[in-house]
């Protein structure tokens, strides 16, 4: 089930263009990364693109940790010199990687669409080949100016 979200906390998560995504391993060792991302309203998607990366993508360390445990965190901020101006917004759920193919590939491609729609650089990239990380919120927690806190 979607958590309800408001209109302020639904447009922070979708016009931001970078957030962190934390996951960890079966030990519990953290792994904190920058991805990009979009928001379809109820779930993230975040593509294994094709910038350089030293494993070929299901080596990836975010993809074998999500294999062993899904719980992920995931945090979207706005920093400012100005601490008055301070904002985030953080995410936690469950993550699963979905791939093109089989039973995933009708989601998987409107992920790819609204990715390429975001993402001008995704337009040329190979992302409808690759395996795409989707998350689903289970908590979410907004706070500064402009976001009171709050959670869903």
Same mark, same amino acid.
């Given at each position: 089930m979607a958590l309800e979200l408001d209109e302020q906390t639904r447009e922070f998560i979708g016009e931001h263009r970078v957030a962190h995504l934390a996951t960890a391993d079966a030990r519990g060792q953290p792994l904190v990364i920058p991805i990009c991302y979009v928001f379809d309203g109820e779930r993230l998607y975040s593509p294994v693109d094709e910038k350089p990366k030293s494993r070929a993508p299901r080596q990836l360390k975010r993809i074998r940790n999500l294999a062993v445990n899904p719980r992920v965190s995931l945090v979207i901020d706005d920093y400012a010199e100005d601490w008055s101006r301070l904002a985030y917004v953080l995410i936690q759920g469950l993550a699963q990687v979905i791939e093109p193919g089989g039973e995933q590939a009708d989601e998987h491609a409107r992920a790819t669409?609204?990715?390429?729609?975001?993402? #001008?650089?995704?337009?040329?990239? #190979?992302?409808?080949?690759?395996?795409?990380?989707?998350?689903?919120?289970?908590?979410?927690?907004?706070?500064? #100016?402009?976001?009171?806190?709050?959670?869903?």
């Open positions: 669409a609204l990715l390429r729609e975001k993402y #001008a650089q995704y337009r040329v990239m #190979a992302i409808d080949q690759r395996p795409m990380i989707k998350i689903t919120p289970t908590r979410i927690k907004r706070w500064g #100016a402009g976001l009171l806190p709050h959670r869903l």
